[in-house]
C-alpha cells in the first residue's frame, strides 16, 4: 500500500480577458464552448465527456494524454450565480490512484478591459501523486492559453 | 438581491482521544454512532437525516435549532481510507440561501494516548451570510465536545 499523506494548498490565478462578464461565462456554461476549451484543447488521443452544468450536476472527463496514461476528473457543481460565480468540487484520479480533491471557486467581475476572471482552488493533494505547484501550473494553461485562445476565437466569429 | 461575495479561508482542528483510531473511524462510518453524536447532540426539535458512507454517497441533514430558523447541510464523500482519512465536500443552507461549500479533510493517526484527528477545512464562505471564525467555533464544538463525549460514552459501555 502506498504511504498515506496530504498536503493542503490553496493557490488564486487571476485573468482579464476582452471579453464581456456575460461571454466568460458563457464560456463554462455553454457545453459546446466548454468541450472545446476544457477537453479538445490539448488534441489527447482519448477523452470521453459527459457534463450537466447546473447546481448538482456533474461533469466527467476519461483522459489519455498517450493512450496509455489514463486521467479521470469527476466534478460536481455546488453553485453557479450566472455571469458571475461558480463553485464546484472535484477530484483526479490518475491510473486509479485518487490524486486530489479540491473545491475551485470561478468568479467574474466587469474589468475596465471586459472581465476579470479570478480562479481559487483549495486542495488535498494525496498520497504524493500529485503537488499544488504542478496543478498550479496546469490550471494557468487552462485559463492563461485554453480559455483566451478560446474567447479570442468567439471574438474573432462575432 | 444580495451582495455577492466570496471569503476564501481553511482552518485545522487538532484533537486527541483516547481511542484507537478504528474506533475514532468507525463514529464516522456506523451510521448510529454518526446519527448519535453529528446530529442528536444538540437535541433540536427538527432533525432529518440520511447517510450514505461510501465514495460517491450522500449525506443529508436538514435541521431547526428552535423549528424556525432551517438549516441544511449537503455533503458528498470523495475519499475513504479505512481507520485513517476521510475527504468529503460539503455545501451549508441557512433559509434557503447558500452559505458556504467546503471541501473538509478527517486524518487519524496513531497517538501514544490513543489516535490523533485532524480536521482540515477549506472553504469558500458566501455573500456575508456565514464567516471562517464562526465555522471554525460550529467544527470545535462537534470534534471538542460531541465527539469526544460519543466517545467517551462509547468506553463506559465497552
Redesign the interface.
Known sequence: MTE?S?V?A?FVIDRVYEATPARVFRAFSNSEIRHRWFVRSENWPRAEYSYDFRVGGQERGDFSPDGKMNIINET?Y??I?PD??I?F?Y?MYIDGN?IS???A?V?IKPDPKGAKLTY?E???F?DGYDFPAQREQGCRELYDLHLAKELAREDAAA
Do not use: F, K, N, P
Open positions: 498515506r496530504v493542503h490553496t460536481t455546488w453553485d450565480v458571475a460565480r463553485i468540487a477530484a485518487r480533491v479540491s473545491v471557486t468568479e481559487t483549495q486542495g488535498a494525496l
